[in-house]
């Protein structure tokens, strides 16, 4: 199947939060009262029942205030951190791109929190479970668009095929660079490619993104070398200590039955049968 | 021969070890759990693999417990046995070239060993320094919230290295304490505390010259 994505224009957001509500809809996930966080946003992060939020950035610029709405939510990366660093397989790369938990495996130990660059990951410790946007995976394999994407009123959200989003960007790119000249194209080249690809009206640290998104060496490291190394570790020591238990078995049996022998008990033995 | 038995460890030492050593068998079981996924047949006996990770949190207070309290009832004898851990003299090479032929339970003349031969040396400088990083990461990883993300992520592989050295280690530990006819003499000691003096001579002939010599001075 070809890969999917959603395109996030946050020039073209008006920080409705249709996207909010419609994902808690679709998900089923309960209405939670946050603090105040002093603007106008609504919780300060995503949770492990909120899987969506629209963070609020307030800029002062040159030529003005500047205010901007990001929709935060799982970038479905095309080289997952998250995947690679789970150990108990309860996260896989969905043929259609999206990044799907696998529940029942999912044990909440957090492995995977650290090893996410956007920090998406949420663990539930009540329910020992990580919580997080699933692109819809039940809505997008049966032909229809995500809840965020359907709900998108200035179509600030669009879904449809990687390449096709990858083309609208750059004419979306156009007519942002309208009102801000800074605006660039964010998930297109970083971590193969997210499934998200944002239109940013300036440079991606002013809106809490990494601007060279990378998963950790130790990562690597880990899954690559200390993995395999590891269980041939394992695995070699029992086989060896299993052999060297036979053998020397073996040999004490044979140094038993020459000892027998020596005293001469074992003829007397036979005789006696 | 005389039937004589020596003691070797006090009674301190001896329940310290089997705490230690049922606490290791609990943390290395329920850590491959995650570590891989041919135990997890066994994730059941815990209440699955969520009360494993609680199982193993729990035999870790307890082998940390155990060290401190060796040291702290026993600091003579664990002090000792970590100075002679970390002294490395002729007799323990000497040792380590038969070993393969013990390993295999084959008998072969040794250099006279001290207190704890050469093996044992290997043995305790293998649990000591992965016991040490095992902790340590252990405890980066329970309290995650205290520390930085770069060193969690800097845990969780050697947490997954020194598991494997110090299960290896342990594995080996076992099988010459256990299960090598020549060697499972060595359990005496951990059990009833005592080894016979024919052992004794045969595995530590400079700690039965030493026993000797300090009992001939009296």
């Not at chain 1, 660039?184 to 970083?190: P, R, S």
């Not at chain 2, 082998?63 to 003579?76: D, E, G, Y």
Request: proline residues 5%; aromatic residues 10%.
């Amino acid at each position: 199947m070809t890969r999917m994505a959603r395109l996030i224009d946050i020039t073209r957001c008006t920080a409705c939060r249709g996207c909010q509500v419609a994902c808690k809809n679709w998900n089923q996930l309960d209405g939670e009262i946050g603090e105040f966080t002093g603007t106008y946003q609504s919780h300060i992060d995503n949770s492990p029942g909120r899987w969506t939020m629209i963070k609020f950035y307030e800029q002062k610029k040159p030529t003005g205030l500047e205010w901007h709405f990001r929709k935060n939510c799982c970038m479905h990366c095309g080289d997952p951190g998250c995947v690679k660093a789970c150990p108990n397989n309860a996260l896989k790369k969905a043929d259609n791109g999206a990044v799907i938990r696998i529940e029942e495996n999912c044990i909440g130990c957090g492995y995977c929190v650290p090893h996410c660059p956007f920090g998406i990951p949420k663990i539930d410790e009540q329910a020992e479970k990580m919580k997080k946007c699933s692109f819809c995976y039940d809505r997008i394999s049966n032909g229809m668009q995500p809840a965020c994407a359907k709900t998108c009123v200035p179509r600030a959200i669009v879904y449809g095929t990687w390449d096709e989003m990858a083309a609208l960007a750059e004419e979306r790119l156009v007519q942002a660079k309208e009102h801000y000249p800074n605006s660039i194209i964010y998930g297109k080249d970083e971590l193969d490619g997210l499934g998200v690809i944002y239109i940013l009206p300036d440079s991606p640290d002013q809106f809490d993104l990494p601007v060279n998104p990378t998963l950790a060496p130790t990562l690597g490291l880990w899954k690559d070398v200390v993995h395999p190394f590891g269980n041939f570790v394992l695995g070699a020591s029992i086989v060896a200590t299993g052999l060297a238990f036979l053998f020397s078995r073996r040999k004490a049996f044979e140094a038993k039955e020459s000892a027998k022998l020596e005293e001469g008990g074992y003829h007397d033995e036979q005789k006696n049968d | 021969m005389s039937k004589k038995m020596i003691k070797r460890f006090s009674p301190v030492v001896r329940v310290t070890h089997w705490m230690y050593a049922i606490s290791f068998i609990i943390l290395a079981i329920t850590g491959y759990m995650l570590f891989g996924d041919k135990l997890d047949w066994m994730a059941p006996m815990f209440g699955g693999i969520e009360g494993a990770m609680i199982a193993h949190r729990v035999a870790a207070v307890f082998l940390i417990a155990s060290i401190v309290i060796s040291l702290l009832m026993r600091p003579k004898e664990m002090l000792s046995w970590i100075k002679d851990s970390f002294s490395f003299t002729k007799a323990d090479i000497g040792f380590l070239k038969t070993f393969p032929h013990k390993f295999l339970g084959i008998k072969k003349e040794i250099p006279p060993q001290g207190f704890y031969n050469g093996g044992e040396k290997i043995n305790s400088l293998i649990q000591i320094f992965a016991g040490a990083i095992l902790i340590t990461t252990g405890i980066v990883m329970w309290f995650r919230d205290y520390f930085s993300e770069s060193l969690l992520v800097l845990a969780i592989p050697l947490h997954g290295l020194f598991f494997a050295v110090a299960v290896a280690g342990a594995i080996g530990h076992i099988y010459l304490a256990l299960l090598n006819p020549i060697s499972n003499e060595a359990i005496g000691a951990m059990t009833t505390g005592k080894v016979s003096e024919k052992y004794m001579i045969e595995n530590h002939g400079q700690w039965y010259e030493d026993v000797y010599k300090a009992s001939q001075k009296k």
